[in-house]
């Protein structure tokens, strides 16, 4: 008996000593925040952070660039220190522009990885855009910090020193672009409080800081990024008719081409009757992603579960429509040549990631299209490791 009770007393301190002894630290779950690719086409930037720590200390981030060609990532982009959550690439390809919740602008150079200066505001800028010559780049927090409202700041990314702020925007930001000609930013709004719009959008003209025009977002949702035809003259956007029941067979989508300088609309065409992606039919699309061809007659849409269509904007008329089937959810789309599209989605892992498909997972599905004919040019998956 004497000896059992000992080979016990044994026992549970071994346990004791188990539990105290330092646990080795859990594996970090990939969380993709942010994409861009290169001008060319051949590299896919990845904005990441650690998900078992987002928001903690000790949280982890960087971003990798990945070969599309070979599929592996062939360098590391180190010194954001919390989640990097936006990524844009200047159009000559030399440099990259990164914000994250570390309250941390940086312009890096892609040949090398390495910081070449940051940007001397301090705060958590969500979203970022570069002008089409390369020479501005434009930056805004995701909220206002005070009453006055958002405070959006252009930037000369050769001296990195501000050129100008536009305040008093009262909303929350979701996304900002400039315009072909560098002259207007174009913005995607959120409410902040109670009793305001759900979405809008603005054009902003950047010498006088005006709001040159307002689509109000109480009765309308505008889902899709805004896009300026290249001449900067017109502004397309999706735009879908919320009625009171929400429901989705009542609901109406449409893409509008608004003329900016003449302050009307020019054209309106029916894209869709429902309202969530789960109703998709093949009449139509809810569109996340907008894009136009060089020529600006053409307009290349996507939505988030894979639907895609090529249309005419003078007619209305679909030239092609298909639904991407190798993965329920689409994470990003980007035209990546005249005549070429890259749709990134995310190969979902069972377990809890699955409950955010588009954020977690370690596996992203590369395809690209032939956006004249919507054929499939090839596939590929790639393995994102930390």
């Not at 942010?34 to 982890?60: N, R, Y």
């Not at 060609?69 to 959550?85: M, P, Y």
């Not at 089409?132 to 434009?138: A, E, L, Q, R, Y």
Request: net charge positive; aromatic share 8%.
């Amino acid at each position: 008996m004497r000896v059992l009770f000992a080979l016990g007393c044994v026992l549970l301190a071994c346990e004791l000593l188990g539990a105290w002894a330092p646990q080795p630290a859990p594996e970090p779950v990939v969380e993709i925040k942010s994409m861009a690719v290169t001008p060319d086409g051949k590299h896919l930037l990845i904005g990441l952070s650690d998900g078992t720590k987002e928001g903690h200390k000790g949280e982890k981030a960087l971003i990798r660039m990945i070969d599309l060609d070979a599929g592996k990532e062939v360098k590391s982009f180190l010194g954001h220190k919390r989640s990097v959550t936006s990524l844009a690439v200047t159009p000559d390809g030399k440099h990259l522009v990164s914000t994250g919740w570390d309250e941390n602008v940086w312009l890096w150079s892609v040949k090398t990885a390495k910081p070449v200066r940051q940007f001397e505001e301090k705060s958590a800028f969500p979203v970022a855009a570069v002008s089409s010559d390369g020479k501005k780049v434009v930056t805004c927090p995701a909220s206002p910090r005070t009453k006055a409202g958002v405070a959006l700041t252009i930037w000369n990314v050769e001296t990195a020193k501000r050129e100008k702020t536009l305040e008093g925007i009262r909303m929350g930001i979701r996304g900002v672009h400039f315009s072909p000609n560098g002259e207007m930013l174009v913005l995607q709004t959120q409410p902040l409080y109670p009793g305001e719009d759900f979405s809008s959008v603005k054009i902003l003209d950047i010498k006088t800081g005006k709001t040159l025009k307002s689509f109000n977002g109480k009765d309308d949702r505008w889902n899709a990024p805004p896009v300026f035809t290249p001449d900067s003259c017109s502004l397309l956007l999706q735009k879908a008719d919320i009625h009171a029941d929400e429901k989705p067979a009542h609901n109406k989508h449409h893409l509008v081409l608004w003329d900016v300088k003449a302050g009307k609309e020019t054209a309106r065409h029916f894209i869709a009757k429902q309202n969530h992606p789960v109703d998709q039919t093949p009449q139509g699309l809810w569109m996340r992603w907008l894009f136009l061809r060089k020529d600006g007659k053409r307009a290349f849409v996507v939505d988030d579960v894979g639907g895609m269509a090529l249309l005419d904007l003078k007619s209305g008329k679909k030239a092609w429509q298909k639904k991407l089937t190798l993965s329920k959810w689409v994470d990003e789309v980007f035209q990546v040549s005249e005549g070429k599209a890259l749709v990134v989605s995310l190969k979902v892992a069972p377990g809890p990631q699955a409950q955010h498909p588009t954020r977690y997972g370690a596996t992203i599905i590369c395809s690209w299209f032939d956006l004249d004919t919507g054929k499939e040019l090839k596939t590929k998956e790639i393995t994102i490791k930390w």
